[in-house]
């Protein structure tokens, strides 16, 4: 059961209610872009040719959306999975869930700031014209990196599903 100390309107088994169902919102919509990269990795890598893929994700803004929507989203289903996890302090196995959750898309967070910006930071600098040399080493780095964050975002979920289906559930 949540802590007393957390107030009785945390404790509301309507508050409890609608920050579940946040919860697990925000992180499906984080997850589902971030599912859609991995979807499309396989073409982008095997099939695509370079100029395909330097133009698509480059020079014509296939992905301002990911940034303008997805990042938001991203630190969203941080907080809020965090504020449901202090709501769920001693109630196990829930609250482990919840942390566990929040940990795994923290981690999804590093991992696109350690491997994926780095790579955008040198897509950035790419202009039209012959393939830039390194080119295959910084598709790779940035189609992995989307791999990564998709299968940490993927265990979060998985997790904040367990914690959603696990907690306790005010009267």
Known sequence: MPDAALG???QSGAFMLSSSVLAAT??????????????????RLQVWSPQ????????NQ?????????????????LVPSVLTLMLRGDAPAFGFALGATAFFV????AWFLIVSPAN???????????PDGFDAIRWQWEVGHM???????????LLACALVTMHRPA
Do not use: Y
């Open 8 to 10: 009785p309107i945390m």
């Open 26 to 43: 925000v992180a499906a919509l984080s997850l589902g872009p971030s599912f859609a990269h991995l979807l499309e990795s396989g073409p």
């Open 52 to 59: 395909l893929w330097r133009e698509a994700t480059v020079f």
């Open 62 to 78: 296939q992905f301002k959306f990911f940034l303008i929507v997805g990042a938001p989203l991203d630190i969203a289903a941080i």
């Open 107 to 110: 981690l999804a967070l590093a």
């Open 121 to 131: 930071a040198v897509l950035a600098t790419w202009t039209p014209g012959p393939v």
């Open 148 to 158: 990564a964050v998709a299968g940490l975002k993927l265990v979060g979920f998985v």
